[in-house]
């Protein structure tokens, strides 16, 4: 009976342990693998005591570094000497020497906890304006540290003169990376479905770029207006030299400003009503003063645009209106407005004016044949005719049918004797609906056939 109790209880135990404490592991070595053993130090990947821990037991680190009257800096009314979240520490200070004096306060205190620094990760970066740089020495228990004039905290590129240019670049390259990614998976599931491709833009593509975008939304950035600009451009197999206003309005899609502005103004919102995040509202407090400059620029900027005053938005804000909303629906309407102006003035493609429709073109709608609708998209948005090509020689802009009067469509409905006689205008031919697609079939298929004979075709 005893010996069944042992058995039943150490059963518990390692039924308990396994399930709340300890973790199980093995060991590869080649093709064989070792027996089970328990890990005794350490917590699981991805367990959320992990963090809580390590706050716990460095929460008394911002204690020590303050007492010894070194380094932090000074915002609003505290003076901050660390930042934390998890085990990602940044240490602030306002001249070399405090920060060497306060690494020198943090080897010991790290000794004292039993707590190792990845010397290779750490990395020290100056804040400032241009002019001479001094060289420091700069180490931690003998070990030198690598100063940087850029670095990346929580996903954030930092650079020293504290401007957002680096991390823009940063998060349009790797937009870029998942844009080339996820386009095969995406042509061959979703080919057919404008709705699921609009999706997967701003699902796994627009999510990249928005990261970190309460800093800066307020700026109009054209390195990320540009790959969501390429991105459509790849999906309706347009020219690159298809202008974004003109892509923008084929497939009804507001530029990425409308809700990086957006995001900055609901985060600019949250903090003023959280009193409890003290050194965040205290920056905050800076930034509306503006103190440095820093975002006031642009944060005016979006306002006038918008058509309100940075004082008409405070105040409307302290009768307790949330103001994102109509801000959002504002920029919106000045985005459309100033989209339809730069088509009223096309050079490249002046027609496109009179085929625009107020929702997505009927033809976008219709599922299935992918290539017909990329076909389409190309003679409503321009690419189809070299007479658009201003930039070119006039000998350039000839009819590659005929070899006669510039390349219009005009031309190839009329006056082409390569081509059936049309009596339809081309407004039908371009019509939503895609009322011209088999003359538009006819005459792709008119021009492979004359470049299969040597003609002159486009290359």
Known sequence: MGGDEEEITGGTINRVREIYAETIARVKVGDELTDRFWTTRGLRQGCPLSPALFALYTADMEDRLSGGQMGGVVVGRRKVHSLAYADDLVVVAREAKEMKAMMRSLESYFRGKALEVNVGKTKVMKFCKGGRRKSEDWRWEGKEIEEVREYTYLGYRFREDNKEGADVRAMAKKANKVMGQVWGWGERLFGRDMGKRKMIFECLIRSVMMYGTELWGWKEQGLLEGVQARYWRWVLGLAKETPEYIVREEVKVDKLRVEAGKR????????????????????????????????QRGREKYFRRVGYSVKAVDDRRREGIEMWKELESRDRDVQRQER?????????????????????????????????????????????????RYWMRDDERGCRLCGGEWESLEHLLRECDELREEVIGWKQVLGEGAEGREWMREVVATRQRREMRGGDGEG
Do not use: H
């Not at 949250?270 to 409890?276: I, N």
């Not at 050194?279 to 400059?293: H, M, Q, R, S």
């Not at 050079?347 to 496109?352: M, Q």
């Open 264 to 295: 900055a103004v609901r985060f600019e919102e949250r903090v003023e009503g959280r009193s409890q995040c003290k050194i965040l509202g205290e920056c905050w407090k800076e930034i509306k003063a503006g103190k440095g400059g820093y975002g």
């Open 340 to 388: 339809r102006g730069q088509i009223r003035e096309s050079r490249y493609n002046p027609k496109y004016e009179e085929i625009i429709t107020e929702g997505l073109p009927k033809y976008l709608s219709v599922e299935g044949d992918e290539e017909g609708k990329r076909m389409v998209a190309r003679f409503r948005c321009g690419n189809e005719e070299r007479a658009n």
